[in-house]
């Protein structure tokens, strides 16, 4: 059997089943042949030099896969901190305060990202309520929190109130600093004092440059 450019070529066979004393069998000098089976052989036609090189070239995919996620593990390998310097003003009254987001910690599934107001953390529970942070999210052009507050029926100067809820979306534009917050009061002292219903408040903040985690 011949190889050739990945082809094979076979000799033609010649059937024995002629007699010896045929005329083939008059001659010595020829024996007589049977047909064997022939097995072709599988081809693996060879790569190209260039393709043998690139291959070379190339890292395993286990190995590619190891650095891919490498560089990621180094990209999130600690909780994100970002800081506001924000001015609150109501008519002639203003006010100025320090808001610090801290997200999660990916190395750990159960930790949870915290805001903090003047270093104070905003998720609260006592008696007369709770206050949760939720749904905080960071991006490079936003950075947006929920604040879920709940108040306790309670009794002030004689005057009893129902529960109430206060339901507020905060979002910062990281490149204006602006801030929008959209809060929503049903119930309690704060519909009586403040009002019920969804307002919308607008401040201005600046970003810290370097926070402390």
């Known amino acids: 059997m011949l190889k050739f450019d990945g082809l094979d070529l076979f000799s033609a066979a010649v059937s024995a089943s002629a007699s ?5 069998g008059r001659h010595s000098r020829f024996k007589i042949c049977r047909l064997k089976k ?14 043998m090189s690139l291959q070379k070239r190339i890292p395993p995919l286990a190995l590619q896969m190891s ?6 593990g180094f990209g999130i390998a600690k909780a994100e901190t970002i ?5 609150r003003s109501n008519g002639a009254y203003s006010e100025e305060y320090e808001l610090k987001i801290v997200s999660a910690n990916p190395k750990n599934p159960k930790d949870k990202a915290k805001v ?6 905003l998720d609260q529970h006592d008696a007369q309520g709770y206050q949760e942070i939720k749904n905080v999210q960071l991006t490079k052009s936003a950075v947006s929190f929920m604040t879920d507050t709940f108040f306790e029926p309670e009794i002030l100067d004689g005057v009893k109130y129902a529960s109430g809820t ?8 990281r490149d204006t600093g602006q801030l929008k917050k959209v809060e929503t009061v049903t119930g309690g002292i704060l519909a009586k004092t403040l009002g019920e219903g969804t307002k ?13 985690p």
Not at 38 to 51: C, I, S
């Open 38 to 51: 022939v097995v072709p052989v599988r081809f693996r036609p060879r790569a190209p030099p260039f393709d």
């Open 166 to 173: 206060v339901v507020a979306i905060t979002s910062i534009q």
């Open 67 to 72: 650095l891919i996620g490498l560089a990621l």
């Open 116 to 121: 903090f107001l003047d270093g104070r953390d």
């Open 200 to 212: 919308v408040y607008t401040e201005q903040c600046q970003a810290v440059l370097n926070p402390a």
């Open 20 to 24: 010896p004393s045929g005329e083939i």
């Open 83 to 87: 800081a506001f310097t924000c001015v």
